[in-house]
């Protein structure tokens, strides 16, 4: 589904430091992502905010990227109806 796709999402780095991931996940979205043929792009760090645009698609790295992603769904909205 995500075959070529630039993207991000919660980093293993997250992850390892959430409260879920302390306590153990089956899996990551990173590498899940990854493996399915994403190409993710993690951004500078951990935590900061960080949004990725690949055609349609917006993503956001983790919940301090809301506000990044809001605009840049709202920037998308007024180029498609012009």
């Known amino acids: ?9 919660f980093t293993d780095e997250e992850e390892d430091q959430s409260k879920p991931g302390k306590i153990g996940m089956p899996w990551y979205v990173e ?28 993503t956001a790295q983790n919940p301090g990227s809301t506000d990044a992603a809001a605009y840049a769904m709202l920037k998308r909205l007024t180029e498609v109806s012009g």
Request: aromatic share 10%; proline share 0%; net charge neutral.
């Open 31 to 58: 590498a899940a992502l990854k493996n399915r043929g994403a190409i993710f792009d993690g951004g500078d760090a951990a935590w900061v905010s960080h949004v990725v645009i690949d055609r349609n698609l917006i």
């Open 1 to 9: 589904m995500f075959d070529g796709y630039k993207m991000t999402a």
